[in-house]
């Protein structure tokens, strides 16, 4: 297989002085480090229902535990010739179904209201619907906790490990066939999210998914080079405005990206910071405007 592309890097938003956005009302964007409220934040994050839908997502993925994706993970990368494949970018570990709940909770109840940072007039995940991508998904466990937690269009996730993606593709099947029998949530619910595993190389939109149509993006870049996350947010920069990319550890290296909330949660092997960032500007638009979308 071939190495990753380094896509070329967005053009950089050009000043655009009297435009439309000018006379638009200013709106608040929230400064995570000078507005920070702990206290209110968890007041609004729906605890007794991420702990109900925590209990359907142990059942939907009890046959995929972690100790079989690092098995995979790791054949994978010691079978393979390639030398890339050794790199840290490859690494295995997983988020708790919480990490990812909570993550999407803010979005949908804090930063994805109408009218805040660049969310726009009709904000985003505040009815069902929206695309969610977890690049390099692994067994695809994240891709599950996002559909349980927002009645999202599809959620999407992309892996290029071959037997990582090969479990995905199982538990994408479980899903479709058991969601409905061991979730009551799901099975109550009028709208049936679509889960789809993608097997491919999620720095080369060229060859593999593109996912500048996402309108959250989950990445656990823990183990990620610089190199690698430097081609990430070049390829992030064609998201759309007001869209939100999630990454833990490692804040997405972009100007065009803010980040409006960052936390401590539990990964596989520890704890982690998770951060959000929310996209400023569609890609030929003004840096002058602060916002709305
Ligand atoms: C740390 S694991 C995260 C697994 C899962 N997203 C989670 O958080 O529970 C990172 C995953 O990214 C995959 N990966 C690394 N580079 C990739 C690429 N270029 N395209 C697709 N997947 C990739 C790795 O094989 C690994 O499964």
Redesign the pocket.
């Given at each position: 297989m071939s190495k990753?592309s380094s896509p070329k890097s967005p053009s950089r938003p050009r000043s655009r002085p009297g435009s439309k956005q000018d006379i638009r009302p200013k709106i608040q964007i929230i400064d995570p480090v000078q507005n920070r409220d702990f206290k209110s934040l968890n007041i609004v994050i729906d605890m007794p229902l991420i702990e109900k839908l925590a209990k359907d997502y142990e059942n939907l993925v009890e046959d995929f535990p972690l100790a079989m994706?690092q098995a995979a993970?790791k054949r994978?990368r010691e079978t393979a010739e390639d030398p890339m494949y050794k790199e840290p970018?490859?690494?295995?570990?997983?988020?708790s179904f919480e990490t990812v709940a909570i993550a999407i909770q803010k979005i949908k109840k804090i930063y994805g209201k109408p009218m805040t940072g660049t969310s726009g007039f009709h904000g985003l995940l505040q009815h069902r619907g929206g695309i969610f991508y977890?690049?390099?998904?692994?067994?695809g466990?994240?891709v599950i906790a996002a559909s349980l937690i927002h009645d999202f269009d599809t959620c999407y996730?992309?892996?290029?490990?071959g037997s990582?993606a090969l479990i995905a593709g199982d538990l994408e099947s479980s899903y479709n066939s058991r969601k409905k029998v061991v979730s009551k949530t799901i099975a109550d619910r009028e709208y049936d999210t679509h889960c789809t595993m993608v097997f491919?190389?999620?720095?080369?939109f060229g060859n593999?998914k593109k996912w500048d149509n996402a309108d959250v993006v989950?990445?656990?870049?823990?183990?990620?080079t610089n190199e690698?996350m430097n081609t990430l947010a070049d390829l992030a920069g064609t998201m759309k405005k007001g869209s939100f990319f999630i990454t833990?550890s490692k804040k997405l290296p972009s100007d065009v990206f803010r980040i409006v909330d960052y936390q401590m949660y539990p990964?596989?092997f520890g704890e982690a910071t998770v951060y959000i960032h929310q996209k400023l500007y569609h890609n030929n638009e003004s840096d002058s405007s602060d916002d709305e979308g």
């Open positions: 990753p994706g993970s994978d970018n490859f690494i295995y570990s997983e988020v977890d690049l390099g998904c692994g067994t466990k994240a996730g992309i892996e290029w490990l990582l491919g190389n999620m720095l080369d593999s989950f990445c656990n870049t823990c183990t990620f690698y833990i990964i596989s």
